[in-house]
């Protein structure tokens, strides 16, 4: 594998645990999350905030976490206890975490380069790049089996039944309510976590960075949705895993559009034509079945 596509591999791992605060969002509770613009950047800002700090790398990734989870709490606390439409308090807060981000970022972008952080803890091969990719597996595996291992406790069961069934969950005395405050909170400390792998892996943090990022983790949830369909894979650790697996092949696909020369200037539009097709597909084949 050329190095080209093992730093699109490198980034496939980088923007997986958004992917999977997106599946939590979508497909656990069944909410379209626009915060995930916001505070993918802002745990891109707390990072370039640490580093420029000089606090060390594995102090800045709970941080980064925890201001995710806050923004997540704040879309939860707006939708659920303000009943308003869960899509405009994701708009809501995403809006005013720009701001935030400006003023703790101070300006529009911080280079990073040079500065120590997670991808420079370790040291195995002699290739940086073999390093980083070890580092980023290493965390995404991780990160699989404490999601995998928290959705299969009675709280992360009662998430995936307060999604499928609210009405149920509330008469068995669940509150719904604190579990989707909760539940966000959860998906949002993943995708601040993502912005904290990506500020990183990119050696610098731009305020614009987040824009349009929920349809990278929404293109990765519908193919691992498309390949749970395919191959009977039903279980919660398999569906976390594709996920995964579906945050791999977007960027190889989009790293095989680069590889054969269109213009980056074009990459967002083959971005959005790639999940329309995935979105369509199933659709279009279900539709020509029937017919």
Known sequence: ???????????????????????????????PDITTDGSYTLGAVVTATGLIQHWPAWVILPACMCAGALAGVCTGVIHTKLKIDALLA???????????N??????????LINQPGIFTSVTIFQNVL????VIAICITVLLMMIL???????????????????????SMGINNDMV????????????GLSGYLV?????????????GIVITGLGSVLIADALKTWMHLTSIGWQIVLVIVGS????????????????????????????????????LTSALQKS
């Open 102 to 111: 400006l003023i703790f970022l101070g300006r529009s972008n911080v280079p």
């Open 199 to 211: 500020a990183q892996y990119q050696n610098f943090t731009d305020i614009n960075m987040g824009i």
């Open 180 to 191: 989707k405050i909760l539940g966000l909170a959860i998906a949002n400390a993943l995708t």
């Open 248 to 283: 791999i092949l977007f960027q190889m696909v989009l790293a095989g559009t680069l590889a054969m020369g269109i213009d980056p200037n074009w990459l967002k539009l083959v971005t959005a034509l790639f999940v329309l097709m995935i979105v369509a597909l199933p659709r």
């Open 130 to 133: 073999f390093n980083q990719v």
């Open 1 to 31: 594998m050329s190095q080209f596509y093992l730093t699109a591999l490198q980034l496939a791992l980088c923007l997986g645990p958004m992917a999977l605060g997106i599946f939590i969002s979508m497909k656990v509770f069944n909410i």
């Open 90 to 100: 994701g708009i809501l807060v995403m809006t005013g975490l720009y701001s935030v």
């Open 148 to 170: 995998n291992y928290v959705l299969k406790t009675d709280f992360g069961i009662a998430m995936r039944a307060t999604g499928n069934n609210p009405v149920m969950t509330k």
